[in-house]
């Protein structure tokens, strides 16, 4: 993200390395709604504080991505329905991430790896070690202070409490 210069990028679903296996879209870079980059910036200032920064795994999210991911997993848990749902991704106010050290790169310990349908990976964070529920718990709650709404069911996925149309014309540029 051109905004937060910490920020670092893997969005999983331009390439096959996600729970589909295959690639979703062909956009490399993360894209969100300006309100919502300002808000991930100001979290990201606080977390750099601390040595850390967020490697982001999906932002914004084409409408026909959204279908293709929906036709392979039909469960409003944990993909919003295309046309019924909440499509935040499709708003551009959603981002899934984790952390990482600044120094080293390296991702942080949480709960589950990304994409993981299971109790895992929900927010009682009773069922996985001290150090990935106290980093879990510190990313949600950097994330709250600065404006973000977490999903009960994934700790890795925030909403902007702002909201915003879908976005039904966007597609961003392919590279």
């Known amino acids: 993200i051109d905004y937060i ?3 670092r990028e893997e969005l999983a679903y331009a390439t096959g390395e996600n729970f589909t296996g295959q ?3 062909d956009f490399y870079n ?3 709604r300006y309100g919502t980059v300002k808000k991930l910036a100001a979290a990201c200032a606080e977390l750099e504080q601390q040595g850390l920064g967020i ?3 999906d932002g914004f999210r084409p409408v026909s991505a959204q279908a293709a991911l929906w036709d392979i997993c039909p469960d409003p848990k944990y993909v919003s329905h295309p046309v019924t749902g909440t499509r935040a991704h499709c708003r551009g106010n959603a981002v899934d991430l984790t ?3 600044l120094e080293t790169g390296e991702k942080l310990e949480m709960p589950t790896g990304f994409d993981d349908f299971s109790a895992l990976a929900d927010r009682n964070y009773g069922d996985c070690t001290d150090t990935a529920a106290e980093n879990a718990r510190l990313l949600e709650s950097i994330m709250k202070k600065h404006g973000f709404k977490p999903y009960s069911a ?3 996925h925030f909403t902007d409490t702002d909201s915003y149309p879908v976005a039904e014309d966007f597609e961003p540029p392919v590279g």
């Open 99 to 101: 952390l990482i050290d």
């Open 5 to 7: 210069p910490s920020a």
């Open 23 to 25: 690639q979703i879209y």
């Open 55 to 57: 490697l982001i795994w």
């Open 154 to 156: 994934e700790w890795w």
């Open 30 to 32: 993360a894209y969100l």
